[in-house]
């Protein structure tokens, strides 16, 4: 299916900040249902100080959870220790008994530390149980490099996510996206690991005052065209608006598909992008090997063969960890020129 | 003063050391480099150094993200640190790492880590090859207040006390874990309640007294050299910046407990303790101060002489032994 950017109906929409959207999704949900919690490291801050005036001291490292400990006191709104493994653990295990618990994973680079409550618990409790639990769960967490924040703080690493069965994911690329998949993610009775892109705080964007859900699984065009398909993953997608912006300078007319779901991937409308378009070029800034962009060229090539006229292709990061040195993180980094310059090659048959 | 001239001009270089390096080089790096993954352990120069003091060069030592001290007190040089801040190719990493990476194998210096408590099995692992290998070294695992409630800390002194391994665990509280509070997330009143948990003596001693941590670390590197297993030092102490130098440590710590423990600047208190005796002048001390002042202003112009890594470098390093062409295959980098 094939839609540009929803219109907005008769909905309120004012321009807010992607953080703020996701703020406002948090709060609009814990308002609808008592049963939401959220618990991380600093989603507050000064967290026991009350009695000196010191409540909400950040509202979240990026100030995701900002003014939600006020509203919804401190049994709703649970500052942590510093112990993945036990809270991201306890929040599924909360999920698995009534409540609907969303944790926040601090830097996705972290969840070494708490892998096995996502990987061995939260993705099969399901199925092993044959059916009689369901795991309401959401992983809030942060992705992206370009910080200058070296090797341990600017992993993307969601491909390892959609490797596992079980577990659903989104990679909202703007304000408006940002709400509605997190209200879906947390009215979803799976667990969804929702990547927060650190780039992409600021940006600021249409969203309806009112509550809405987006559905989980499906991706969007932001930008219709006719000659290649770009497909960006959350705020690479803005690097093919980019690069689509120059091409149309040369003649060349792409077609930017927003991917916004890394578990299920929309395939159907990357396909029916590429049968008009008979070109692919996946934007991913995660490492290249068993990526999101190779599967999804495999997936293409395997299921839309004969409508290619080239070879789906990928701009990837490069098969090694983020380098400190602005230099080097740079080139690291996929960009609208390595864009255009794969699109160009592509398209002149080369 | 049981101290002799030199360990103690050594204890304060140390300090003033570290204190110019992160008061100096951190606003300096930030300019530059502008990341905001930096953070000052201004104050809490006692700790590494009371505890370095009784480790040589192939000692070893585990560091956080707040490593700056440590590298220094173990001996890492600061001209190379400052390069590897501002991400030349002369840096301790070749500039591939920056602040929360910083290591020097030469010196046992096993990294800074940007991952709470991730080098502490490190320390523990180097402590075992000691072991294996009868080098007769230490290792130190440093953590803070918040990293005493990381699990994989709770299975390597468990690990370390079963397989009595040379290693000292050193906690250094000072009182926060970024904005929350040491006694929200800990279920004792002191980190070191915790080693009778796992058989080993635990201490809390003053850590913005260098005396103090000197002493009791002491102990601990003894006890660690002659086989009798892992100790836990937890040295009380403060950080007199935030978390990182973009935080207002303001909206979670009030300015009354702030001046309490600037009062208690090790330097200052060094200084009061030392000059009284006659051992050492204060017209010796600010030299060293202003020794450390001019040793950080040649490592910024070191630093800013230094060449970025060629583009080239992203790809080295990755592997002792892999096909290059592997790293950029079908990724369409830049030419």
Request: proline share 5%; net charge negative.
């Amino acid at each position: 299916m094939t839609t540009t950017t929803a219109a907005m109906t008769s909905s309120v929409a004012r321009e807010i900040m992607y953080r703020e959207a996701i703020n406002e999704a948090l709060r609009q949900e814990m308002e609808r249902d008592e049963t939401v919690i959220i618990m991380g490291e600093e989603i507050a801050g000064g967290a026991g100080r009350e009695h000196l005036g010191i409540v909400d001291a950040w509202g979240g490292p990026f100030r995701t959870t900002v003014g939600l400990i006020q509203q919804f006191g401190n049994e709703r709104v649970l500052d942590t220790p510093l112990s993945e493994a036990a809270f991201v653990g306890t929040a599924i295990g909360a999920a698995s008994t009534g409540m609907r618990a969303v944790a926040e994973l601090m830097f996705v680079d972290f969840v070494g530390v708490c892998m096995d409550q996502l990987l061995n618990n939260a993705a099969k409790m399901r199925y092993m149980f044959g059916g009689q639990v369901k795991v309401p769960f959401v992983l809030l967490t942060r992705i992206g490099a370009g910080f200058g924040s070296a090797a341990q703080h600017s992993e993307s690493f969601y491909s390892i996510f959609s490797h596992i069965p079980g577990l659903q994911g989104v990679v909202p690329s703007d304000a408006y996206t940002a709400k509605g998949l997190l209200t879906a993610a947390i009215r979803s009775d799976d667990p969804v690991v929702y990547f927060e892109h650190k780039g992409l705080y600021g940006n600021r964007g249409p969203v309806p005052e009112e509550s809405y859900v987006l559905p989980l699984g499906k991706a969007r065009t932001v930008r219709p065209g006719t000659d290649i398909t770009l497909v960006g993953i959350s705020r690479m997608t803005w690097v093919c608006t980019e690069a689509a912006d120059e091409l149309a300078k040369q003649g060349i007319n792409a077609e930017v598909v927003d991917l916004l779901s890394i578990s299920p991937i929309d395939y159907d409308h990357v396909i029916e992008s590429v049968k008009r378009t008979h070109r692919l070029v996946v934007v991913d800034e995660d490492t290249p090997v068993c990526s999101i962009a190779s599967d999804i060229c495999a997936r293409v090539a395997e299921e839309a063969f004969e409508y290619l006229d080239a070879p789906p292709s990928r701009v990837t990061a490069p098969h090694t960890p983020v380098p400190y040195s602005r230099p080097l993180e740079n080139i690291y980094l996929p960009n609208a020129s390595r864009v255009i310059n794969t699109v160009v090659r592509l398209i002149n048959g080369n | 003063m049981d101290l002799d001239q030199k360990t103690l001009l050594n204890l304060y270089k140390t300090m003033t050391t570290i204190r110019h390096f992160e008061e100096r080089g951190i606003p300096e790096t930030g300019q530059r480099q502008m990341s905001a993954s930096v953070h000052s352990s201004a104050g809490q120069e006692a700790v590494p150094t009371g505890i370095c003091a009784h480790l040589n060069d192939e000692d070893y030592i585990g560091s956080t993200h707040r490593g700056h001290g440590h590298c220094i007190a173990k001996g890492v040089d600061p001209k190379l640190m400052m390069a590897e801040l501002f991400g030349r190719a002369t840096g301790t990493n070749q500039g591939k790492g920056g602040s929360m990476h910083i290591a020097d194998m030469s010196k046992g210096m096993l990294g800074t880590n940007g991952v709470v408590a991730a080098s502490v099995p490190l320390a523990v692992g180097a402590a075992l090859t000691s072991k294996l290998r009868k080098l007769g070294r230490v290792a130190v695992a440093f953590f803070g207040d918040g990293g005493a409630n990381q699990g994989v800390l709770h299975e390597c002194m468990n690990l370390a006390s079963v397989w009595k391994l040379p290693v000292i665990f050193c906690c250094e509280n000072n009182g926060y874990a970024e904005s929350t509070p040491v006694e929200y997330g800990l279920s004792v009143a002191n980190v070191a309640d915790r080693a009778a948990g796992y058989d080993m003596p635990g201490f809390t001693v003053d850590g913005m007294d260098v005396f103090a941590v000197y002493e009791s670390a002491g102990l601990a590197v003894a006890r660690a050299r002659s086989g009798e297993g892992p100790t836990l030092l937890e040295c009380r102490t403060y950080r007199f910046y935030g978390h990182t130098v973009f935080d207002n440590p303001l909206s979670y710590r009030t300015k009354e407990e702030e001046d309490i423990w600037r009062a208690r600047d090790p330097l200052k208190q060094f200084r009061e303790r030392v000059v009284p005796e006659g051992i050492i002048t204060a017209e010796e001390l600010d030299r060293m101060d202003q020794e450390a002042e001019e040793m950080m202003e040649e490592a910024i112009r070191f630093a800013d002489d230094s060449p970025m890594p060629e583009l080239s470098e992203l790809y080295e390093d990755v592997y002792v032994d892999y096909p290059l062409d592997m790293m950029r295959r079908g990724v369409n980098m830049a030419d």
